[in-house]
């Protein structure tokens, strides 16, 4: 779906976002010219229908204020267009045709649409939508823009310890915070934050990658699998799967998931080969987990300087099972193989982590060293106090 040459760009943050879908150019341009009449109105005209229906829905729907759709040429697409915009709740759908067919407008606004156009336009009828639609807007603020903030765990090596302090990030994050969390275990294909969290699932994560078009909220509810601490959890599958999910269905998932949750936490494994897709986007925060080894080090400088270089506190690096007066490492040889200083030293704990093993209790359940490193990890992240206004503070579990 490209847009049309014309994007009449007001720069004004108030302004109202609308998307004008019309194949036929002759109508989009009259409906455009109705809309310029709006003094603060942001439109972008598109010429074709979108190709990949779902996907492109969701992202008209999640950018735009308005999207204004043309029911001439392919009413049945422009239909599908419609009903899927006004599924996602997020904008004020439209819509216009030159035919005077009750029975059409009455479909359309069953789906949701608000308005239904017969061209040629009134101007006066145009502009009294364009106000019910700011109303709205003003009125629904937080359904028009919210997406989860994005924690990505990634490890310089296998064995760092990237499922144990994901798991153990994600669940003190959904207790502390009282903030809708899902952990997505991605350390495919053989993901094991299931095993971690002691919880049985029915479907796993594979579930969601192979079926990306249908993947919504729907799908998104019916497998995820819910920790008795309320954290929501996506795990890998038990089987071997042998093909990688395509970038496109990993995108779809964030997407999804960070829609419907206030945080979402992805054991990434060591998968750089997922470097391209949305799970390291600029709006992502990334853990890199290593621990005082030649090789983790090694690996941990290359990933830096070759995909994190640019990124500053979006980039927080986690030293595991530190031990104070290494034997091999001192604190200057690891920040310069690091590139940086480490934000996070995790400490070895042996004992608490066998205790884990063996009762399958997760270590932030528990007091430990590492528990405590755990929480002033989740408390910065999300923007914790203690205690604030009576309210169950973060360190309420250390009292
Ligand atoms: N800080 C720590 N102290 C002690 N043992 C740890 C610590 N972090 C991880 N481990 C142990 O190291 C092993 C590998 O950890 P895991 O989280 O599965 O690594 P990864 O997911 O990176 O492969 C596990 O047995 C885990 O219990
Ligand atoms: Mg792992």
Redesign the pocket.
Known sequence: MSPAPRDTAIPDESALTVALVGPDEQLRKAVALALSGHPSLRLQEFSTFPPNVDRLHHRLAQQNDVVIVEVEGDPERAFELAEGLCASGRTYVMAYSTRVDMRLAVRFMRAGVREFFTLPLDPAEVSAALMRASTRRATHPQEVKKTGKLFV?L?S???????????NFALALAQESDSTTLLIDL?LPL??VAI?LGIVTEYSVNTALENPARLDVNLLATIVAKHSSGLSVLAASTDLSETEPPKDAIDKLLEVTRDNYDFVVV?A??RVDLMRSALFEVSSTVYL?TQAGISELRNANRMISKFFATRKESLQIVL???QTNDPLFDEAQITKALTRPAQWK?????????R??ETAAP?VMGDS??SETIRLMVRTAAGLLPGKNGKKGFFSFLR
């Open positions: 765990f490890g090596k296998g064995g760092c310890g990237v499922t144990t302090l994901a798991s350390g993901g094991d971690n054991d494994g060591s987990v595991n099972r530190y995790v400490p070895d704990d042996y004992a608490s982590a066998r884990k093993r270590m060293a590492i």
